[in-house]
């Protein structure tokens, strides 16, 4: 509902304004983005939220620190649509996020996988992150897209250790 996404909003921007968590998120140092992360909350409306047309799926994301990528997952049972993708830290609160590809895989095993189109580029803002809780609000960099709103994503250290998808 309405009421409940702008109540969802007003907390995550209250606690961006107390301050806290990691100096310094986008460099990755720390080690506090490796593993998988659960989304809790987001005000986007695409495939990123979960949604395959009428479907909406479970959204976890996966980081490799150590590669500088992660996995984008939107798992529907045991089938996940999984968008892979690179940073490049633009400052110590900014990456650039460039989209790698995008596939289908079935109980963790990848069906197909293909390019992302070219272009696919985004910038992400982490005004808060710690080692339980990460506010991220995304753009997209595309060239000629319209420009939009950034997109809110309220997420949660997941240390599930079973399927890794």
Known sequence: PAGLRGEVEAAAAALVDVGGGVAAPAAGDDGVHEGRWRLLYTSSKGSSAGKLGALVGEVFQVFEMGKRRYTNL???GFLALALVARWEVLDE?????VFLSIGLRLNGATL?????PPGGV???RMPYVDDELRIVYTKSLRKGAPVQPESV??????DWRGQAW
């Open 122 to 124: 985004g910038e992400w």
């Open 153 to 158: 994503f309220v997420l949660v250290k997941d």
């Open 93 to 97: 609160r900014r990456w650039k996020v």
């Open 74 to 76: 939107a798992v529907f």
């Open 112 to 116: 197909f996988e293909k390019d992302f």
